[in-house]
């Protein structure tokens, strides 16, 4: 929207300059032309452009308005630009320091009208001059009383006036979150597991958190000003807060580096330091409002239902009177097999610990591998009979390929009619609106009064 209404201000400009411009040149008796040549001598001018030899380009680059509206454009393009997904994604240093072109975006923006450009007939003028009649009559200016020639003035800058109290509340945003980052974080434990992803649980004071919450994290040692989002992996039950980190760049790969030597069995190193900002909330927090919740989770976005996971089971554990839910069905899609071994000791003791409790049936995961070579599909094939799957040695066996989502979403509608039901992706943008085409189409059509309700989260 900034965007658009950005390009219409310019056009909009760009007209008015060339209308300033012919007017100033005109040597007609137009009420335009009469205008422009008010003001010779003072300052009561309606016409910027005072010189019948000044262009619109001069005005451009010689007038406050004229700069600052050249700089803050540039300044909206490299913003606009750079948060393209693919840069987000690819190039995040880039992302992140270009958008903090907005200082002098917003700066451009206060002062862009301190050069009172845009004009307005002064009220004392108004008073005096009868416009309804002068208008048609403009060779009686300053000849009769009822035409004396109108005065002009620059409008008041009003821009400060929108966003002063943004700013305000920007700037008291950022010292809380530098309050907090300073606050000690004690990393308790350190896991590198497969596939590059590094585990760190940590500790900190006053630190309280719900399921599917996510943290920034900065390592001062990597980069000073840099803050990347992470979903917190642990549950609200226990005493630690933890998360895990997958190769994904270079900021990412310099904390698997820094703190893959402090894993235990490596040589003893000085530990780096990380600040810690947060939790903020998401989606997933909703899940448990559900008596039916579907968790979709894509590669590493299966972190945040590893605190979801988590959380039931003591919640289970302790009898808490307060939990809802009563079936959860939950999807992993993976590329690779060694992507499922982190997860796959958390999926084990949740199926030994509902079977205990006599919930057999309260968690329902299916685990789709996507990527697989010659050699692994024979291993996968001789091994096929065994009684707990070859990839993740869990007792429910992994599916090849991507999912049926019609035939899944047909199933969990059959299963609880008269049910609402939420829908939690964690996950890329195709994925997600084919869940949420699922979704819709499930809620609308289906004669059991299901209704599905689709939330997603992406980093």
């Known amino acids: 929207m900034i965007a658009l209404h950005t390009a219409i201000h310019i056009v909009a400009h760009l007209f008015n300059f060339e209308w300033f411009n012919d007017s100033q040149q005109s040597t007609e008796q137009t009420l335009d032309a009469v205008l422009s040549r008010i003001g010779e001598n003072n300052t009561k001018w309606l016409n910027p452009i005072r010189s019948a030899h000044t262009t619109p380009s001069y005005v451009t680059f010689t007038t406050i308005a004229g700069l600052t509206g050249v700089i803050i454009t540039l300044a909206l393009i490299l913003m606009i630009t750079s948060s393209t997904d693919t840069i987000r994604r690819s190039y995040y240093e880039v992302f992140w320091f270009t958008h903090h072109l907005f200082i002098i975006f917003f700066a451009g923006l206060v002062i862009h009208g301190i050069g009172r450009i845009v004009r307005h007939q002064t009220d004392e003028s108004m008073e005096e001059h009868n416009f309804a009649y002068c208008q048609n009559h403009t060779t009686e200016w300053g000849k009769i009383p009822e035409c004396p020639v109108p005065l002009f003035e620059g409008g008041d800058p009003m821009t400060w006036k929108w966003v002063l109290a943004p700013m305000i509340l920007y700037v008291c945003e950022r010292l809380i979150r530098l309050y907090r980052s300073q606050q000690r974080v004690v990393i308790t434990k350190i896991i590198v597991h497969p596939s590059n992803v590094l585990q760190l649980q940590m500790q900190k004071k ?185 990839v993740t040695g869990l007792k429910q066996k992994t599916h090849y390929g991507r999912p049926n989502w019609d035939k899944e979403f047909h199933l969990i509608a059959q299963a609880h009619p008269r049910t609402n039901i939420g829908v939690f992706l964690c996950g890329p943008q195709p994925l997600a609106e084919a869940l949420e085409q699922c979704t819709n189409k499930y809620s609308e059509i289906n004669p059991l009064g299901v209704h599905f309700h689709f939330n997603k989260e992406n980093f």
């Open 206 to 390: 006053g630190f309280k958190m719900e399921v599917g919450q996510y943290i920034f994290i900065n390592c001062p040692s990597i980069s000073q000003l840099e803050w990347h989002p992470f979903t917190l992996t642990s549950a609200p039950e226990e005493d630690y807060f933890s998360v895990h980190i997958r190769s994904a760049g270079d900021w990412t790969d310099g904390m698997i580096k820094a703190f893959g030597e402090e894993k235990d069995g490596g040589p003893k190193q000085i530990q780096p330091r990380i600040a810690v900002d947060g939790p903020f909330g998401t989606a997933s927090e909703d899940v448990f409002h559900y008596e039916v919740s579907v968790l979709v989770g894509a590669g590493i976005g299966v972190t945040p239902f590893a605190s979801v996971l988590k959380s039931i089971w003591y919640k289970y554990e302790h009898s808490d009177a307060e939990l809802r839910t009563k079936k959860i069905y939950f999807f992993w899609i993976c590329r690779e097999t060694q992507a499922f071994e982190w997860f796959a000791d958390l999926l084990r003791s949740l199926e030994s610990n509902l079977e205990q409790l006599g919930k057999p049936d309260f968690l329902n995961y299916k685990l789709y591998l996507t990527g697989w070579d010659a050699t692994q599909a024979v291993h996968i094939k001789v091994h096929f009979d065994k009684e707990t799957d070859v």
